[in-house]
């Protein structure tokens, strides 16, 4: 994983609050004949957020980042007041990486009338996994990427592989909706010992964060499962789960193997899968995945 480094940027990032402001800003550029880039965060930049950026930058002429905490996805108020936030530091890193607008509302802006009434409903492939273990959650994703794609307007949308059944429901939203923005996925981007990138890793303690480590190699025991020849899902899954046992510090919630379009877990293995991973690190949430191939 390539460090964070800031560089002398070539212009000034456009901040943006308000949601008049952010329509109106991207409305402009693509009167221009911009392309225009969009990467949807809730801030606390990392690695991550940084290869989505570079990635828009690489295809567009303008990228638009937004960085807004969405209380609509958090179960409880206590998640949503952890989650970690530093609006400086990301305007920094935005600009440094060669984003031209930040649109950074606050939560009155963005819900002008308090928690929506209308909100949008992701279907049956939100109810399974983190939909399950986390009630209410995808909705609270497809409502508010739906709303930050219809200020964006007609844009290509960048997302990363690590929220890899978000991307899915994403993905849905957008195709059932007609919504105007292409969706492009990113590679997860890793620290040196695998974990995947997060902006939740920072709540690690020491040892948590070494204990952490555990979900990857789970992830590729499931993978090497699979490529020795092992067609059984079963027994794939109680590969992973037999890893993470091991970790004291880790408390598994799920390590499934799905079709990666479907997300339903299939008895037999062939082609093209992905493997899936969710456990608590101490007081922290956090979640992976791999694609494999049988």
Do not use: W
Not at 158 to 185: H, M, N, S
């Amino acid at each position: 994983m390539e460090p964070q480094q800031l560089v002398e940027p070539q212009q000034l990032v456009e901040v943006v609050n308000t949601r008049h402001g952010f329509r109106q800003a991207t409305s402009l550029a693509r009167a221009t004949g911009a392309r225009l880039g969009f990467v949807p965060t809730m801030g606390s930049l990392h690695e991550g957020h940084l290869s989505l950026l570079r990635a828009a930058v690489s295809d567009c002429d303008l990228v638009a980042v937004s960085i807004f905490v969405n209380p609509l996805q958090f179960s409880s108020v206590e998640d949503l007041a952890r989650y970690p936030s530093d609006l400086e530091q990301d305007l920094a890193l935005a600009q440094a990486t060669g984003a031209g607008i930040v649109f950074a509302p606050s939560v009155a802006e963005m819900y002008p009338g308090g928690a929506p009434e209308t909100r949008v409903e992701p279907g049956s492939l939100a109810d399974r996994l983190e939909g399950a273990s986390r009630p209410g959650h995808f909705a609270g994703v497809a409502t508010v990427v739906t709303k930050l794609l219809s200020l964006a307007g007609h844009c290509r949308a960048y997302f990363g592989e690590k929220d890899f059944q978000q991307l899915a429901v994403v993905r849905k939203v957008v195709a059932d909706l007609d919504v105007d923005a292409e969706t492009v996925a990113c590679p997860t981007v890793r620290e040196p010992d695998g974990l995947a990138c997060s902006s939740r890793n920072r709540r690690l303690e020491p040892d948590d964060r070494r204990a952490a480590t555990v979900l990857f190699k789970a992830l590729m025991a499931g993978r090497a499962c699979v490529a020795e020849g092992e067609r059984e899902r079963a027994q794939v899954e109680e590969t992973m789960a037999a890893v993470v046992a091991a970790e004291r510090r880790v408390e598994l919630d799920y390590a499934v193997v799905v079709d990666p379009v479907t997300f339903e877990r299939p008895t037999r293995l062939a082609g093209d899968l992905r493997l899936l991973i969710a456990a608590d690190v101490g007081p922290v949430r956090l979640i992976d995945n791999l694609g494999v191939r049988a």
